[in-house]
């Protein structure tokens, strides 16, 4: 019984850790691409075509990053 506690826990601390990656790796890439847009904007006087172009492209990030974590967790999973 020892055992299927700890299994149990174990998966459960797994699928927390996952989850919370990927809600940093969403937050972070979104975050990255309006900052970046925010200052290329301010530097150049291009308010605010940069901020949705960058913002447009860390989202892409976010969901491609998304796509590779949940493809390696699968991959993880069948072993």
């Known amino acids: ?6 299994k149990n826990r174990t998966v459960m601390l797994r699928a ?6 990927v809600g940093f790796t969403i937050v972070f890439c979104i975050l990255i691409g309006v900052l970046l847009g925010q200052y290329l904007d301010g530097l150049l006087g291009s308010s605010p075509w940069l901020l949705l172009l960058f913002s447009l492209l860390g989202m892409a990030a976010a969901f491609r990053t998304l796509f590779v974590l949940v493809k390696k967790q699968q991959s993880e999973e069948k072993k």
């Open 16 to 21: 927390m850790s996952f989850s919370s990656q």
């Open 1 to 6: 019984m020892p055992q299927a506690k700890h």
